[in-house]
């Protein structure tokens, strides 16, 4: 009954995980890893529900699928962070006078920047195109320069066009 339980959890567990990312690489567009990840999410969820049909359905085992599903969950969050496949779009709102920040972040990553008015007087705007795996450590650049920056990221879906420097 233990290793019973010990499988049920695992499997649970790994299924939950390729759902997971078998959601995000469709959300991101991978279509042929989304469907490879869903052969592999169904046998393991088949062999599981089996194992739950054969037997009687007690709290145990309803425990036991659950915390499978929970942990799934989680392990599939981390391993998309832990992958970072794909890119982000970075809008960045600093004061105008950050000319050395711009053409430091233009050495290595398109940068587009224009000038805008804000609140508290004459601001730049920058958008810049970035890995995902290089995001946080952008992220950090631009607060060590410029703590106040306003900083939105978002996940383009497809773009045309352009100069992109990724590789």
């Known amino acids: 009954m233990?290793?019973?339980?010990?499988?049920?959890?695992?499997?649970?567990t790994a299924d939950m995980c390729l759902?997971?990312?078998r959601h995000l690489f469709a959300v991101r567009g991978l279509r042929f890893a989304a469907a490879g990840v869903a052969f592999?999410?169904?046998m393991i969820y088949l062999f599981a529900l089996r194992m739950i049909l054969a037997q009687e359905m007690g709290a145990l085992r309803m425990g036991v699928f659950a915390s499978g599903y929970a942990l799934g969950v989680f392990l599939g969050t981390f391993v998309d962070?832990?992958?970072?496949?794909?890119?982000?779009l970075v809008q960045v709102v600093v004061d105008s006078d950050q000319e050395e920040l711009i053409t430091y972040?233009?050495?290595k990553l398109p940068v587009t920047a224009w000038k805008a008015e804000g609140?508290?007087?004459?601001?730049?705007?920058?958008q810049?195109?970035?890995?995902?795996?290089d995001q946080k450590k952008l992220i950090r650049r631009i607060r060590d320069v410029a703590p106040n920056a306003f900083i939105l990221d978002m996940e383009p879906r497809s773009w045309t066009g352009g100069i992109i420097k990724l590789g």
């Open 2 to 12: 233990g290793a019973e339980l010990l499988y049920l959890f695992f499997a649970r």
């Open 19 to 21: 759902a997971t990312l």
């Open 40 to 42: 592999l999410e169904v």
């Open 81 to 88: 962070e832990r992958l970072a496949l794909g890119t982000r």
């Open 105 to 107: 972040l233009r050495r």
């Open 119 to 126: 609140r508290d007087g004459p601001k730049q705007v920058l």
């Open 128 to 133: 810049i195109h970035v890995r995902r795996r």
